[in-house]
């Protein structure tokens, strides 16, 4: 079974510094990756959604896949106070919905 | 935007209790799924459907059943419930097709089993 797994559990980052999370996940053949936020046990929203290897931007966030090193990434620029949540890493295959996520990031943001 | 809506939005029963959360979306997703959110644990799904009649066993089923009605409509149901089961529920749809993957959520289901 998929194992996803998130690195650093907790970040603090100042107001206007980048902030980098980290996401692993065990089965080379996914190809279906997002990044969610999630503010105080709220409902999920989706970030950004990458699909090959490589870089894809939306707005200030941008995630990086690297399949052959099983290696999702997302780094938020000139993050704000309003940024801080839990950030959450979803992995699965287009060939199926089964959808697999990381434990999760709290990401805080001080100004 | 799919629209995902959860009730109740919280729950509060004594152990060996019954509960229903509901869920319905708006946007005639095929797919729909129940988490439910743990401290450390992130989401772990209970129960998922690609459609009305069809259930599909998630990760953690043990204590739960589901049933899916309509299109619309994906019901989660502790029959005795437990203080293991205390946990933010959620709700979530998605489409088959070429956004597989993309889920939609509701805002959650708070429930304290006591």
């Known amino acids: 079974q998929q194992k996803v797994q998130q690195s650093p559990e907790s970040l603090t980052v100042s107001e206007g510094a980048m902030a980098s999370l980290n996401c692993t996940f065990s089965?080379?053949?996914?190809?279906?990756f997002r990044w969610y936020r999630q503010h105080s046990a709220k409902g999920l929203e989706v970030l950004v959604s990458?699909?090959?290897?490589g870089e894809k931007e939306e707005g200030r966030f941008t995630a990086h896949l690297n399949r052959a090193n099983l290696h999702v990434s997302l780094h938020i620029r000139e993050p704000q106070p309003s940024d801080s949540a839990v950030y959450l890493c979803a992995v699965s295959m287009n060939s199926n919905n089964r959808i697999f996520f990381g434990d999760g990031t709290q990401l805080v943001v001080k100004p | 935007e799919a629209a995902v809506t959860q009730s109740p939005r919280n729950k509060v029963t004594v152990t060996g209790g019954n509960v229903t959360l509901s869920c319905r979306q708006t946007n005639s997703h095929n797919y729909m799924y129940w988490y439910r959110q743990d401290t450390g644990h992130g989401l772990r799904l209970i129960h998922y459907?690609?459609?009305?009649?069809?259930?599909q066993i998630g990760d953690v089923p043990d204590g739960y059943k589901a049933t899916r009605t309509t299109q619309e409509d994906f019901f989660l149901l502790l029959e005795l419930a437990s203080p293991s089961q205390t946990s933010l529920y959620f709700c979530?749809?998605?489409?088959?097709?070429?956004?597989?993957?993309?889920?939609?959520f509701g805002e959650g289901s708070k429930l304290t089993v006591l």
């Open positions: 979530a749809s998605s489409d088959a097709g070429r956004d597989t993957g993309q889920l939609y």
């Open positions: 990458i699909f090959s290897d």
């Open positions: 089965d080379g053949t996914s190809n279906n």
């Open positions: 459907s690609y459609g009305a009649g069809n259930l």
